[in-house]
């Protein structure tokens, strides 16, 4: 990651900082905010200097001033999203990003370094988004798949990291992080988002397969990463990318389409299961998960097919029929 972020006005490298050492921001979302932060300063060019849109890519930030900054109104911001959309083809989900990141710059600037007097961001929307339920594989499927993993390499191991997805519903890099001392007997410790620490409770499986997965990994010779419990086969501390292509492999095994599941639809797997079969309240649901928000959990929460089909029929006119009904006004 950029931490110096050389290329941008000093006035954003600060609000950068601030973002990620006082609002405890993980690296990624830091990320993404500077290189919001740029497209945004690019496009401050454009309006402002008159500078070549076809070059935009390419242009430079780093003399952009307070007073450009300042010279920002809620038109504008408006103009920068229609832009986003139209010449840079942003979805409606990176322009909310996009918003996200402007409203913490804009208020940054005007509570905390009390530099602007008015805040432009503070009235700007964000553009709607539809929200599609994720894909989630269903009990069987998940059975499935836990029984697609075979093979002479690596099985304790790919059956402990699908096992943990399953069952406790890991982010990637969650699972990526763990360490042999994050588990003490049943209770595994894990840095979730803006690196908030949480607890999640291993269930039978999972202490099964990580205790087979110990043996098989305590066979492995000049381990590089001796902190790391996954390994990888060049033995360092297993990648993100090597998890996500060891999913893939294992999902096509099991006969399901490798295209529509990865390792965060498995946490989403998690989450309905134990929603759905486990009868977990949303509250435990969100400790789990590590949810700030109750809100993102409720996605979670939806209803399948089945469970509106049952619904219905269980409707007390369900079994009413118009036959029914003129045979008793002849009665």
Not at 179 to 208: F, H, P, Q, S
Not at 212 to 216: D, H, I, R, T, V
């Given at each position: 990651m950029n931490r110096t972020f050389d290329d941008m006005p000093d006035i954003v490298v600060e609000f950068l900082n601030y973002m990620l050492t006082i609002q405890n921001k993980s690296e990624k979302t830091?990320?993404?905010?500077?290189?919001?932060?740029?497209?945004?300063?690019r496009y401050i060019k454009i309006i402002k200097y008159n500078a070549d849109e076809n070059k935009f890519d390419e242009l430079s930030v780093n003399d952009i001033t307070i007073d450009d900054i300042k010279s920002i109104d809620?038109?504008?911001?408006?103009?920068?999203?229609?832009?986003?959309?139209?010449q840079r083809n942003n979805t409606a989900v990176t322009r909310a990003r996009k918003v996200a990141c402007l409203k913490s710059f804009y208020k940054y600037l005007y509570t905390k370094l009390k530099v602007i007097d008015y805040n432009p961001a503070a009235e700007l929307d964000s553009p709607?988004?539809?929200?599609?339920?994720?894909?989630?594989?269903?009990?069987?499927?998940?059975?499935?798949?836990?029984?697609?993993?075979?093979?002479?390499?690596?099985?304790?191991?790919?059956?402990?990291i699908i096992t943990l997805f399953l069952n406790c519903g890991l982010r990637l890099s969650e699972l990526v992080s763990i360490?042999?001392?994050?588990?003490?007997?049943?209770?595994?410790?894990?840095?979730?988002?803006?690196?908030?620490?949480?607890?999640?409770?291993?269930?039978?499986?999972?202490?099964?397969?990580?205790e087979?997965?110990?043996?098989?990994r305590s066979k492995i010779e000049g381990i590089r990463d001796p902190k790391a419990l996954?390994?990888?086969?060049?033995?360092?501390?297993?990648?993100?990318?090597?998890?996500?292509?060891?999913?893939?492999?294992?999902?096509k095994a099991a006969g399901l389409d490798p295209d529509k599941y990865s390792p965060h639809k498995l946490r989403h797997t998690a989450a309905t299961l134990m929603y759905k079969h486990g009868n977990v309240d949303i509250?435990?649901?969100?400790?789990?998960?590590?949810?700030?928000?109750?809100?993102?959990?409720?996605?979670?929460?939806?209803v399948d097919n089945d469970q509106l089909r049952q619904a219905v029929n269980k409707n007390p006119?369900?079994?009413?029929?118009?036959?029914?009904?003129?045979?008793?006004?002849?009665?």
């Open positions: 830091v990320q993404e905010y500077y290189y919001d932060l740029r497209t945004f300063l809620l038109t504008d911001l408006y103009s920068f999203m229609a832009f986003m959309s139209r709607k988004t539809v929200k599609s339920l994720p894909r989630y594989l269903k009990l069987d499927e998940s059975i499935r798949l836990l029984q697609s993993i075979k093979g002479k390499k690596n099985v304790a191991r790919d059956y402990a360490n042999i001392n994050d588990i003490r007997g049943d209770v595994l410790t894990v840095v979730g988002k803006g690196n908030k620490e949480r607890t999640i409770y291993l269930n039978k499986a999972c202490k099964d397969t990580i087979a997965y110990l043996k098989e996954f390994i990888s086969e060049r033995k360092n501390r297993i990648s993100p990318k090597t998890v996500q292509y060891l999913v893939k492999k294992y999902i509250r435990s649901l969100q400790a789990i998960l590590g949810h700030e928000s109750v809100a993102t959990t409720e996605i979670y929460t939806h006119l369900s079994s009413f029929t118009p036959d029914q009904s003129s045979q008793s006004s002849e009665k």
